[in-house]
């Protein structure tokens, strides 16, 4: 049975003063989802936006909800299934343009945040390794500290389906995740090969100059014949 709380209500009623109040409550547990999910600092950014824009339109659906922070998580679950579709129509559309010019290297900007950033990089690609709808269930479940009910409600699951699905994903993750870190570290071990550079061979100074045929004068010697010619026949 769903009891609606006067948050809730003033909520549903347009009080921007209360739904102010739910996004102080819930924002950071959005945000903490997103980047999880992501991997992607800005892009999270993007997705709590978004997820509070689209709570916001649909604030009438609150009076069915039981648990808030499920209920927004959900819809950043949403969120970012339409932002990876966006995401790929967008990579899509980049490889028919052509190659952009080489920018200078600004990493030694944000070198203190290269160990992290690694780590956090590694287990969201193993993350999505998995089957869309075992990562949610994982994020939802593992990550966001969200019961199975309140997940099996934010996805719109039976609550069986949700244990069995965060079963098969933690399964996966721990390999997948091992994987990935030992490729990452044998990567960053393999040797650098440093090529020779192919000299070019010298140019040799005689086979610049054209050469001459039998009875053949250059220019010079040409205009020089046809002078004494023509004194000898004055």
Do not use: C
């Not at 921007?16 to 980047?35: G, L, M």
């Not at 209920?71 to 952009?100: C, F």
């Not at 309140?150 to 098969?168: D, F, K, N, Q, Y």
């Not at 393999?190 to 100074?205: F, G, I, M, N, R």
């Amino acid at each position: 049975m769903v009891v609606e709380s006067p948050l809730k209500e003033r909520v549903r009623s347009g009080d921007r003063a209360a739904f102010a109040e739910i996004f102080d409550e819930h924002a950071r547990a959005v945000y903490a989802h997103a980047v999880r999910t992501t991997g992607d600092w800005a892009v999270a950014e993007d997705v709590m936006s978004l997820t509070f824009l689209e709570a916001w339109r649909l604030r009438e659906k609150l009076a069915e909800v039981v648990s808030v922070r499920g209920w927004l998580l959900g819809i950043a679950t949403n969120v970012m299934r339409n932002t990876a579709r966006a995401a790929r129509r967008h990579r899509e559309a980049m490889r028919r343009l052509p190659p952009p010019e080489p920018q200078p290297d600004f990493a030694g900007e944000v070198v203190g945040r290269l160990a992290d950033g690694r780590r956090l990089a590694a287990v969201s690609r193993a993350l999505r390794r998995l089957k869309r709808t075992e990562r949610e269930v994982f994020a939802l479940v593992a990550w966001s500290e969200l019961g199975y009910a309140a997940a099996a409600e934010a996805l719109g699951i039976p609550v069986g389906t949700v244990r069995s699905r965060l079963s098969r994903a933690r399964e996966k993750l721990r390999r997948l995740v091992e994987e990935e870190l030992a490729a990452e570290e044998l990567a960053a071990r393999a040797p650098v090969v440093h090529l020779p550079a192919v000299q070019e061979p010298a140019a040799d100074a005689r086979s610049t100059e054209p050469r001459r045929r039998r009875g053949h004068l250059p220019n010079s010697g040409v205009a020089t014949a046809r002078a004494s010619h023509r004194r000898g026949t004055r």
